[in-house]
């Protein structure tokens, strides 16, 4: 059974930084590039980041340009995002994602509040 | 970046009713269209890509149907257990990916 198990979310200050992790099982990590996607409090849903199978490549979406980091190790099937300088409209629950384009498996998400 | 809009951002319909969602691109972007299902408190489900390939596992009622600019989501027959809001994704420049604004299906 494919599993994403996100984890790391929580309180945060505007202007602090937080570390999410995802941890995946049921299928080979390193077939997938893998994203995250986002989702504010009764909104939509809007692509964050997406990395390569062997890290060469990154992208951003430009609402967290400089600000966020992906990053994975695939010795231990994980995914990362260091969040620097957060906003309150970063505000979400943060899914960790398969693939750069159509999205197979998802995890079931964290909550990011940034908040005084 | 090219946008996708959702109509309409409501549906509410009867059990057993056609219920049909639309999705609209500024330009066009082949078939590399996706609809997603989302249940209250839950991750997004694939349930079409391809504008109209049914991922795996999915019932037969739900279809995809659209290229170009214009796209259909349409469940032929709506049961309770597909109360959801529902999104479409333009992948067209993955990973630069894009969701319309979504459209919540209830029951009247």
């Known amino acids: 059974e494919v599993q994403l198990v996100e984890s790391g979310g929580g309180l945060v200050q505007p202007g602090g930084s937080l570390r999410l992790s995802c941890t995946a099982s049921?299928?080979?990590?390193?077939?997938?590039?893998m994203s995250w996607v986002r989702q504010a409090p009764g909104k939509g849903l809007e692509w964050v980041s997406t990395?390569?199978?062997?890290?060469?490549?990154?992208y951003y979406a430009d609402s967290v340009k400089g600000r966020l980091t992906i990053s994975r190790d695939n010795s231990k099937n994980t995914l990362f995002l260091q969040m620097n300088t957060l906003r309150a409209e970063d505000t979400a629950v943060y899914y960790c994602a398969t693939g750069p384009s159509v999205i197979d498996y998802w995890g079931q998400g964290t909550l990011v509040t940034v908040s005084s | 970046d090219v946008q996708v809009t959702q109509s309409p951002s409501s549906l509410p319909a009867s059990v057993g009713d056609r219920v049909t969602i639309s999705c609209r691109a500024s330009q066009g972007i082949n078939n590399y269209l996706a609809w997603y299902q989302q249940k209250p408190g839950k991750a997004p489900k694939l349930l079409i890509y391809?504008?109209?390939t049914l991922q795996s596992g999915v019932p037969s009622r739900f279809s995809g149907s659209g290229s170009g600019t214009d796209f259909t989501l349409t469940i032929s027959s709506l049961q309770p257990e597909d109360v959801a809001t529902y999104y479409c994704?333009?992948?067209?420049?993955?990973?630069?990916?894009?969701f319309g604004g979504g459209t919540k299906v209830e029951i009247k």
């Open positions: 994704q333009n992948y067209n420049s993955a990973p630069r990916v894009t």
């Open positions: 049921g299928f080979t990590f390193t077939d997938y590039a």
């Open positions: 990395i390569s199978v062997r890290s060469d490549s990154t």
């Open positions: 391809a504008a109209s």
